[in-house]
């Protein structure tokens, strides 16, 4: 189940809101504990089971390693060592065995057979949150949470569950323990809700189909390739973006307040600023988890590039189990050294609008590694893009009515990821009380033009729900 479908908004969450709100304050953790493991199980019941070993793991692991911190810090160490060679080995097994398996037959020319498993939906998230957890209390960053119930209601927190943003503990350990509810962190929850059900279901859903029309024909123009790949580009920013804004969103409705999980990416200057501003959470998760502890910056220059290649690497294989990810990742890696080198120097000294070219650049291609696991056809369509491969031309009867039908959406589109419109919204909010009352307009015109769109199109994809 997916914040974005008609289930989820007249059945489950109506019923949630319900029960949330008539709960006395003191037993609202259960709820949302048991409530949490219903929205995991409705698709998958039978890895609510692996879900609750899960949470119960790391409830005992956080309790060890608190109870030796101070008395045993190699014993406290040894309990950290096994929770995260526990909560790593589950998440090895399901999501990359089958890929070390066929990567294996594929260099030695051994067969060994695969295994059929399916991927637990959100694995990858809840599994760093859970992490997070243990790796706080022995930092002594957060005290080590005896009640269970708490503990159970942030590893399966239904908003953030599915597909982030990743929660660090440290984060929320205080609103876990006791939050405020208010009309107005409610009603701010409802229109964060809402936007980013209009950038998910009316942006994001639109992109997605001229990508996937496009992506799929057995021939294209140069013009109709780069509006395809243009496509997925702005489709996983608003299908991301705005799902990570429901869940910020559903969390302010219930007290909780999640970070912000994306700023603009596609106004960086750079690479560096583009993964200040990409899935925070997890460039936050992986400098904070992994590049520090490995030693970070502070141990010469060949040390740092080896630390940023292993969470590269990581960032990419945790993405999914497909060399296209490993590839991506370590794309990204290579750009990140070109700029701390030289290239962020040489930016300081051009107009800003060459880097931010550069950047754009840099990004679309990154897409293209990323959303092609079959190299060939990858490949094919990059040569389609440059004249090559599949191309019938620069530009075809076919390509212009793609490009003429889809010239006013991709405005929009590029309009939309801009901080702009946001700003404007603001300034006018704190001028006006109509404002705030158009603002109600907006949420009631969008979740009813959000409505008709889940109810008339079977097209609803969500492109982070595998990982």
């Given amino acids: 189940m997916v914040f974005s479908s008609l289930e989820f908004l007249f059945l489950y969450f109506a019923a949630v809101l319900f029960l ?45 390693v608190g109870k030796y911190r101070e008395s045993s810090p190699r014993r406290a160490k040894t309990w950290l060592a096994v929770a995260v060679a526990v909560n790593l080995g589950i998440l090895a097994y399901f999501k990359y065995f089958n890929f070390f398996i066929d990567t294996f037959t594929a260099v030695s020319g051994i067969s060994v057979k695969a295994i059929e498993v399916a991927l637990p939906v959100g694995i990858s998230f809840y599994t760093f949150q859970a992490l997070s957890y243990v790796i706080d209390v022995y930092r002594n960053d957060a005290p080590a949470q005896k009640d269970f119930i708490a503990f159970g209601t942030y590893v399966t927190l239904f908003p953030q569950l599915i597909a982030g943003p990743i929660v660090r503990y440290k984060d929320v350990d205080d609103q876990l ?54 496509m997925y580009t702005f489709q996983i920013y608003f299908d991301f973006s705005g799902y990570s804004d429901m869940a910020i969103g559903l969390g302010k409705m219930m007290g909780f307040s999640f970070r912000e999980n994306f700023y603009y990416p596609y106004m960086a200057s750079s690479v560096t600023d583009f993964w200040r501003r990409w899935h925070i959470s997890l460039s936050t998760w992986f400098r904070e988890y992994v590049y520090i502890p ?7 220059r060949g040390r740092q590039m080896l630390n940023l290649l292993a969470v590269w690497a990581f960032t990419g294989l945790w993405h999914g189990a497909s060399w ?41 291609f990154g897409w293209w590694l990323f959303v092609f696991d079959d190299f060939s056809a990858g490949l094919t369509y990059l040569a389609t893009m440059f004249g090559g491969g599949k191309a019938i031309g620069f530009i075809d009867a076919a390509g212009m009515l793609e490009l003429s039908s889809a010239a006013v959406l991709l405005v929009i589109l590029a309009v939309a990821s801009t901080k702009y419109p946001r700003d404007l919204f603001y300034k006018l909010w704190q001028k006006t009380d109509l404002m705030r009352t158009a603002a109600t307009v907006l949420c009631v015109l969008g979740f009813t033009l959000c409505v008709a769109y889940l109810v008339n199109s079977s097209f609803n994809p969500f492109l982070y729900f595998r990982f």
């Fill in 324 to 364: 296209n990810f490993v590839l991506w990742g370590l794309y990204y890696f290579v750009l990140l050294v070109i700029e701390k080198t030289f290239l962020l120097k040489l930016f300081e000294k051009l107009p800003k609008f060459i880097s931010h070219i550069y950047t754009l650049a840099a990004v679309v």
């Fill in 20 to 64: 949330y709100f008539f709960t006395p304050h003191r037993f609202r953790n259960i709820t949302l504990f048991l409530v949490s493991l219903i929205f995991y199980g409705w698709g998958e019941p039978r890895y609510v089971v692996l879900m609750f070993l899960t949470i119960a793991a790391d409830y005992a692991f956080g309790l060890l």
């Fill in 177 to 230: 323990r006791g939050r405020t509810h208010s009309i107005a962190l409610f009603a701010s929850g409802v229109r964060t809700f809402m936007a980013g059900m209009a950038k998910k279901v009316l942006l994001a859903n639109a992109a997605g189909e001229i990508w996937s029309r496009l992506s799929s024909a057995d021939e294209l123009s140069v013009a109709a390739a780069w509006l395809g790949i243009l």
């Fill in 294 to 300: 490995l030693g970070g910056n502070r141990c010469g």
